[in-house]
């Protein structure tokens, strides 16, 4: 079947790639490329990579989801039978200082992707969603009907509230629909091979991102907000995802489309459904790395809670996923993406350049 | 000074750019008149009664929000003060059948509007949102601070929700942004001049204008949902408000804007504070009326809540705002308007046109 893949080059929807070409699916990518490194033709290195890694061939179109006309050529030349919609902006911090590009960008992006699907008939529809809709919601165990919404504190999250609430409406005005939000937790970790992963080119605001920095000698230790919570270290619990997991569960969610059909609207945890202290977190990379981690506590910020873990159990019985990696794993996908890649993707494009 | 409406041909806006001329402001409307009447020559008629029972002149264009490079026009040729933002599709039950029309529409129309208002550093902005935004809360009387978006039943109200959103974002991004939520209750009524009202194009969802149908002949009865909710004569309770009460409002929240500065984003309620049941309202529209309202009672609807009731004290205190008329007085106004206006705008121009 042939899938179009939005924001295919990044993080995530490169990894989705990779296993959709596995599973023999054509697929064509879009990106508007904007945090997306490319070679001197303009080709997308991740790409590239994933073409060389499953000798298989991707279609690539530079594309913005804000340039309608763009968009609608790339449907009326193709026939898909699914849309994967992992193209969004995704720095919280950006987000607050520029909310109308994240609201631009995210929802009208998304607006005209839907609005394109529905007038060439591709009703089929996976969107990349995150546990942040929950805001600073405590319970236990955070399960899909629980209130969102409420405590969002950034645009960034507003988008993906909001673009759920939207993709709702949208499934419920027309039976035709078939559209699953992937809700993921924290994602860490890279492919096994170490041949794709997380192209960070801005200053991270995740736990791991950060670590990396002060093992790469970025920083000089890891700040570390709060070690007086009510949790069994007193740091922060989350729950931590890796990305190729995630990128499974987006190709279960594919299938239960493909096979199900008339589902309308679904949503599903994509999470471990347990969680990992700060400190559990810093111990594992410290394992994976070799090094040692310099930590600094300051006093915990305003607004974060102690545990955030989501239930993946509907996302089990359903869309028959589950994870296959634990934080050890991530931990050493992440420092092999790292050690073999250590300016991501640029470096290798350097490389070929000089030798090529 | 110099004031933008959006959206100022239709049912609030005009009101308000009438109180906007009586007050010596120099008044810009834009509006892509899809529910407008307008002359032979796309002039406004309501606009075009304004301006002759006011003997004042409306500046008029015919803009879309969507289209961003006539709005940027607008902007270029103009210098304003103040935004005062009206335009929005408003049926709750087309939004459910066309969501995508009411997300575009609302959403993006209202993002290009501000980004527009940020390049030409147009920072004062009033938008009309609407009680809808508390859901189906059944508060005694709803605050502004209490908890909304949760159980909002249609994209409309989906849309007025997300903006008071974005524009608190951007508001918190750039200490520059005046901007005032007014969330308004149910409004009724009509200018007491006769001169301007509701010109009601499609079917009716609420109880006046439905009341209006049955009284004109168009239906043979009211169909009441419900008369055994706990109130004190079994049907529901809601807060309604005079057109020219919440066109004073706009008046007041711009004076607040003017006059304190870096006020930031606040939100008011604008409403009686009062509740009426359905049965009063007929009664209150029989009276003025002087017609019979055959009804029939059907059993209550999914979802309809007993009482809806907003607090407009923080409105009283801070925008000097009071309501000024009663339901006697709703009714007596959009009656007049009826009679003098049987079919609405439209009418008149038919009758220029025969005797012009």
New interface residues.
């Given amino acids: 079947m042939h899938m179009l893949v939005t924001g295919g080059t990044g993080y995530i929807g490169s990894h989705c790639v990779l296993e959709l070409l596995q599973s023999n699916h054509t697929v064509t990518v879009i990106s508007n490329l904007v945090n997306s490194a490319t070679d001197y033709k303009g080709q997308p290195l991740s790409l590239k990579r994933i073409e060389s890694f499953t000798n298989k061939k991707v279609n690539f179109k530079k594309v913005d989801l804000l340039d309608l006309q763009e968009l609608e050529k790339t449907f009326k030349s193709e026939n898909f039978d699914a849309v994967l919609h992992f193209a969004s902006l995704k720095s919280v911090g950006e987000s ?5 590009k994240y ?2 960008s995210n ?2 992006g998304s ?1 005209n992707l ?2 394109v699907c ?1 007038k060439y008939n591709v009703k089929n529809l996976i969107f990349s969603s995150s546990v942040t809709v929950y805001g600073t919601s405590t319970h236990c165990l955070l399960k899909e009907d629980d ?1 969102i ?2 405590k969002i504190t950034n ?1 960034y999250g ?1 988008t993906k509230y ?1 673009l759920e ?2 993709f709702k ?2 499934a ?2 027309d039976k035709d629909w078939n559209i699953i939000c992937l809700r993921y937790s924290i994602l860490v970790g890279a492919h096994p091979s170490g041949i794709i992963g997380e192209d960070q080119k801005c200053v991270p605001n995740n736990l791991v991102p950060n670590i990396i920095h002060v093992i790469k000698g970025k920083i000089p230790y890891l700040t570390i907000f709060g070690n007086d919570f009510n949790t069994f270290d007193g740091t922060c619990v989350r729950d931590y995802i890796h990305v190729t997991d995630v990128a499974r569960a987006n190709l279960c969610a594919l299938n239960r489309i493909i096979e199900e059909k008339n589902i309308g609207f679904e949503i599903y945890n994509i999470g471990m459904g347990k969680g990992y202290s700060v400190l559990e977190v810093v111990k594992a990379m410290e394992n994976a790395s070799g090094k040692k981690i310099p930590l600094k506590i300051m006093p915990h910020r305003v607004g974060d809670v102690e545990y955030l873990c989501c239930d993946p159990t509907l996302a089990a019985k359903n869309l028959k996923w589950s994870t296959q990696f634990n934080l050890e794993e991530m931990c050493r996908d992440v420092i092999n993406w790292q050690q073999k890649n250590p300016h991501g993707y640029v470096n290798e494009d350097h490389e070929n350049l000089k030798t090529g």
Wanted: charged share 30%.
């Fill in positions: 607050c200082r520029e909310p109308l609201y631009y929802i009208v607006l839907i609005s529905k209130a919404g409420e645009p507003q909001m609430k939207m409406d949208v419920k005005s």
